[in-house]
């Protein structure tokens, strides 16, 4: 049975109404580039006039109602369990996956109030310096206005920034990063541009210590905890034969095409990437060996099976509650040395 425009907003401003109850009335409109979900509402299950239809080109139903949704409930939690640790999170699609998947904040919101700034497909380059996103470095500000509740701040960033598009050519960077297939099945190191890859990593080096710099000049700030982390072993895509079909993106959305344009075969490939995940880790620990309040959350082998994944870069409900079981050892264990919980 259809509704009225009207009524799917009240649906869609009511946090007690489930992601599955919205999917009804929409259809996933599927990414390009960094990963942006949107969703389209289903005509034949929402009645809308031609204002409304203007009106919901504007607000892109995603995103947007995935944090205001979220912002709603946070409220909700700080009065409703005033006992909980409070937090903030600011990121990309895995701590902010717009009504498809339980991502690791909607895991995590069972045991923390935590207030998410966290978009799809964003990256550090726009959370940071801008001008993307008009609010830039919101996380500071998230954090100065809750500096006398804040236990600690979860950042997800530079997945984007390495496999989104290049914004100037429109080229993925990873195919950007990688060389084509030499024919050694076996060399990693040399399918790697070593000057492309090490500009991105000193960026992201850059990034991270701005992110912490900011945080450590407010006094209120200087000791909470920073929760880091450099992703898990991605899958690429396995053509045809991938079990994985999802509905929000092509199989090879960002990992399959650039290693494609390379000629660089799947087995190979995630060795490349995995090996590049693990250079950012090691940029991580750095980062954690210069501030002992920065937490480098190893989330490496939490999904270690095709099955844990929806897509290339993305968890299922169940593999991100297992990236989030690893978030929640590290932040309990975290407060407990803080003092703020026993």
């Keep these: 049975m259809s509704i009225t425009y009207d009524e799917f907003l009240k649906k869609v401003r009511d946090p007690s109404c489930s992601e599955e109850e919205l999917l009804k009335y929409c259809d996933v409109v599927p990414s390009s580039g960094a990963f942006d979900i949107q969703f389209r509402i289903k005509p034949d299950m929402v009645e809308m006039s031609e204002e409304d239809e203007q009106l919901e080109n504007a607000l892109q139903i995603g995103n947007w109602a995935a944090r205001i949704r979220r912002n709603w409930r946070f409220k909700d939690a700080m009065k409703d369990h005033p006992e909980r640790p409070m937090l903030v999170s600011e990121g990309d699609s895995w701590f902010q996956f717009p009504i498809l998947i339980d991502d690791v904040i909607d895991h995590l919101s069972d045991h923390y109030n935590i207030y998410s700034l966290g978009a799809a497909g964003d990256?550090?380059?726009?959370?940071?310096?801008?001008?993307?996103?008009?609010?830039?470095?919101?996380?500071?500000?998230?954090?100065?206005?809750?500096?006398?509740?804040?236990?600690?701040?979860?950042?997800?960033?530079?997945?984007?920034?390495?496999?989104?598009?290049?914004?100037?050519?429109?080229?993925?960077?990873?195919?950007?990063?990688?060389?084509?297939?030499?024919?050694?099945?076996?060399?990693?190191?040399?399918?790697?541009?070593?000057?492309?890859?090490?500009?991105?990593?000193?960026?992201?080096?850059?990034?991270?210590?701005?992110?912490?710099?900011?945080?450590?000049?407010?006094?209120?700030?200087?000791?909470?905890?920073?929760?880091?982390?450099?992703?898990?072993?991605?899958?690429?895509?396995?053509?045809a034969s991938d079990p994985r079909n999802p509905i929000h993106a092509a199989r090879d959305e960002w990992l399959g095409q650039p290693l494609a344009e390379r000629n660089i075969p799947t087995s190979l490939g995630r060795r490349i990437i995995s090996s590049m995940l693990d250079e950012l880790y090691d940029m991580l620990n750095q980062l954690a060996a210069d501030d002992a309040n920065v937490v480098v959350v190893d989330c490496r082998e939490a999904m270690p099976d095709l099955t844990d994944w929806v897509d290339e870069i993305h968890g299922t409900s169940d593999g991100f509650g297992k990236v989030a079981a690893r978030f929640k050892l590290a932040i309990d264990q975290a407060l407990v040395d803080q003092g703020a919980v026993s």
């Design 123 to 239: 990256t550090a380059q726009n959370m940071i310096y801008g001008p993307r996103r008009a609010r830039r470095r919101e996380y500071l500000t998230a954090l100065k206005e809750y500096k006398d509740k804040v236990s600690g701040f979860l950042f997800s960033a530079a997945g984007n920034d390495v496999i989104g598009e290049d914004p100037d050519t429109g080229v993925p960077v990873l195919q950007n990063i990688l060389r084509d297939f030499n024919g050694d099945i076996n060399d990693v190191a040399g399918h790697i541009d070593r000057a492309a890859f090490d500009e991105k990593l000193s960026f992201l080096k850059e990034a991270y210590e701005r992110v912490v710099s900011d945080i450590r000049g407010v006094p209120e700030l200087l000791n909470m905890p920073v929760f880091v982390h450099g992703y898990d072993y991605v899958f690429p895509s396995q053509g």
